[in-house]
């Protein structure tokens, strides 16, 4: 174990075997007291006993008083026997006889878990990244009850978030985030619970898919998307269609309304600035256009 793993360690409170030599900075003061109260006199009367009693003293103090954070529980073994939890705040022990076996921090932590090339149920592979919130809610249980609970979390993390891949589609996976954490958060709370540990929740932070695999579906996206526009473009023809049938029906038997339609169409076309409308002389003749095409060309005049 390095340098720097048995440091955080520290920092954290925890560790993976005996905390027999762990002194708080409570235990060096007193320490440093009673070895002041025996050196004085010791010294003045130039007799050694003060100073032996005063560091016997110091050193049993040294090692006695222990500190756990607010956060944090200490488990007591006296003689190799669990006698009880200690903390938060200041404790004693008797060097020794009693050892702390592990102080456990209570707040709530965060666990990374990764399933690499994990398989759907379509047989998809992909690489799942989640996170786990959990915390200690019974101290004892996690101490007595499983070895090293930070790694227990982790791998029966990862083994739950393959099962659960394994039993839903790629689709579920990417479009029911939600409901794929609630899942692994069930699992994991049902296994956890008899270790005095609890599950708050599971997110599903990322889905990698293959990127070929990426690229078919966006090719498949786009060529679903093209589908509905051309099927939008059919209905709408199809509408336009209808419509016209209907008005063919209302003219059919009207030659007023069709000419009316007809001189509409025309000055549509020839009220802009500048445009020019080429009409067949046939034209003119049958719907009687003359009249009106010489009233528009002076109509443009005039506005000119």
Do not use: C
């Amino acid at each position: 174990m390095s340098v720097t793993m048995l440091m955080n360690m520290r920092k954290r409170g925890e560790g993976t075997g005996p905390a027999r030599l762990q002194i708080s900075s409570i235990g060096v003061a007193v320490f440093l007291i009673f070895l002041g109260l025996g050196v004085a006199p010791g010294v003045y009367y130039e007799n050694p006993v003060p100073v032996i009693a005063g560091v016997a003293v110091g050193m049993y103090f040294l090692f006695a008083i222990r500190v756990a954070e607010q956060w944090q529980k200490a488990a007591v073994l006296r003689l190799g026997r669990y006698i009880g939890l200690r903390g938060p705040g200041m404790f004693m022990i008797v060097p020794v006889i009693d050892s702390i076996s592990q102080y456990v921090d209570q707040r709530v932590r965060v666990t990374d878990v990764k399933a690499e090339s994990a398989l759907t149920r379509d047989t998809v592979p992909v690489n799942v990244d989640a996170i786990v919130f959990w915390l200690v809610w019974n101290a004892e249980k996690s101490i007595l009850e499983v070895m090293d609970f930070d790694q227990a979390i982790t791998l029966s993390a990862q083994t739950a978030l393959r099962e659960s891949i394994g039993r839903h589609d790629l689709a579920q996976m990417i479009t029911e985030r939600e409901m794929l954490g609630k899942e692994l958060q069930r699992i994991l709370d049902e296994k956890t619970n008899p270790w005095g540990i609890t599950v708050h929740s599971v997110e599903i932070r990322d889905v990698h898919i293959p990127q070929a695999l990426e690229d078919a579906m966006s090719r498949q996206a786009q060529a679903e998307r093209e589908r509905q526009a051309r099927i939008i473009l059919g209905t709408a023809e199809t509408e336009i269609s209808t419509k016209f049938a209907e008005a063919s029906a209302v003219y059919i038997n009207n030659p007023v309304a069709l000419h009316l339609r007809a001189m509409n169409m025309l000055y549509e076309a020839i009220k802009e600035k500048g445009s020019m409308v080429i009409v067949p002389s046939s034209v003119v003749e049958t719907m009687g256009l003359g009249g009106m095409l010489g009233t528009a060309s002076l109509a443009s005049q005039q506005r000119q």
